[in-house]
């Protein structure tokens, strides 16, 4: 009686044994999503100091992805409507269509027979980085023909990032389809650079240059391109890519250690000659090349060789790598271009020439690109070549014509 007493005057908080299994449960969740929570929003603090960072200290390009691979080649993506920012230097628009090409209009597969068409193949100096649509070397050559020669239409085939080699490759797989009377092959100084990261073109025992098959090239490329795309086409990307630059210079960064790190691997096999022994050579079979693809088209092959800023505002001194490199790239180009009679022009000395005065040719500091200045005695310098051929060509009854 006593003990039934005092356990019933117990207090009722003492009688109520451990919590029970959906309490603990309850109780686990609730520290998880506490530490995902405090996680998360450390993270994006973290992302958002590091964007204001960057915008600070170290302003970084804005634009979404420009290119994709199509059988181991370098391709623009298509129907692409979207602003590139590099902050203190410009804010352009660009445009690609359905073809690949940088345009808003679509070309007919066959030109129109009183239509001249010029297909220019080159880098981001003839994608036209830093310019507007309607200020780009091609489409300003192509007002310049119009109003010099009679109905013309050119297709930018410019593809940021690429080499000689890949351009002849993009030509063979894409570009000869639409059928120009004309094709410009637009030359800089980074083409070897680029060509020996991005080996798409071999030399044999005998010393010639031929493409490799598309399923090397694709080998190659998916060492460093398959991560890449995984991201690039995770939902959001482009967003961010258009608006955040952090993103954008990882992007950049990455990208500038893949191909460093490419580059380096050639260099070690090849040697310390590596520019000369491999690059010059490829540079010139690929020219070979590409003139041997167009001829059979049954158009013209053009060359130019665009100069950086260093050789039209810097000392013309082979101490200077970019200016040695070019005067080398030059000879080859000079040369093989005679062998094949192929119309070359070097347009460094008369950019220097216009380049003495003003406004600037190039921007500086966060971008070394042509100004639409730049792109316009681009696009002048190339026309009387292209004219010169014309002209040529209707006056020579032996020479096939273009139109």
Request: proline share 6%; aromatic share 8%; net charge neutral.
């Amino acid at each position: 009686m006593v003990d039934h007493a005092m356990h019933a005057s117990a207090p009722e908080g003492d009688s109520v044994g451990p919590s029970g299994p959906g309490e603990r449960l309850r109780t686990r969740l609730a520290r998880a999503l506490l530490s995902a929570s405090v996680v998360m929003i450390a993270s994006v603090l973290t992302l958002l100091f590091g964007e204001i960072f960057v915008r600070v200290f170290v302003p970084t390009q804005r634009l979404v992805p420009l290119n994709e691979v199509i059988l181991g080649v370098p391709a623009l993506r298509p129907d692409i409507r979207e602003v590139h920012v590099v902050p203190h230097a410009f804010s352009v628009s660009y445009t690609t269509n359905a073809q690949r090409f940088r345009s808003a209009k679509l070309f007919a597969p066959f030109p129109d027979s009183r239509t001249i068409r010029v297909a220019v193949l080159g880098d981001s100096f003839t994608f036209g980085w830093g310019a507007n649509d309607d200020q780009t070397y091609p489409s300003q050559l192509e007002r310049l023909l119009n109003s010099k020669y009679g109905p013309a239409e050119v297709l930018n085939a410019g593809i940021p990032g690429i080499g000689t080699g890949d351009e002849a490759l993009w030509y063979d797989l894409w570009v000869r389809r639409f059928h120009p009377n004309l094709v410009i092959l637009t030359v800089v100084p980074n083409d070897t650079d680029d060509d020996l990261a991005r080996p798409l073109f071999t030399i044999d025992a005998s010393g010639g240059v031929n493409p490799k098959s598309a399923v090397q090239r694709e080998r190659f490329q998916s060492r460093t391109l398959t991560a890449r795309q995984f991201i690039t086409e995770l939902p959001g990307y482009d967003w961010l890519a258009k608006h955040s630059e952090l993103l954008n210079l990882f992007r950049g960064t990455m990208s500038g250690l893949i191909r460093r790190r490419h580059l380096r691997d050639t260099r070690a096999s090849a040697g310390p000659a590596a520019f000369e022994t491999v690059g010059l050579r490829l540079l010139g079979g690929e020219v070979r090349w590409l003139d041997q693809q167009v001829r059979s088209s049954g158009a013209q092959l053009l060359v130019v060789f665009v100069p950086f800023r260093e050789s039209v505002y810097g000392q013309a001194s082979k101490t200077n790598s970019v200016v040695g490199e070019s005067l080398a790239m030059v000879d080859t180009l000079s040369r093989v271009c005679a062998q094949s009679n192929i119309p070359f022009r070097d347009l460094t000395s008369e950019m220097r020439s216009a380049g003495a005065g003003q406004p600037a040719l190039f921007y500086t500091k966060y971008d070394m690109h042509p100004t639409p200045v730049g792109y316009q005695v681009i696009a002048d310098l190339v026309s009387s070549l292209v004219l010169d051929e014309l002209h040529s060509r209707a006056q020579s009854p032996g020479l096939a014509k273009v139109r």
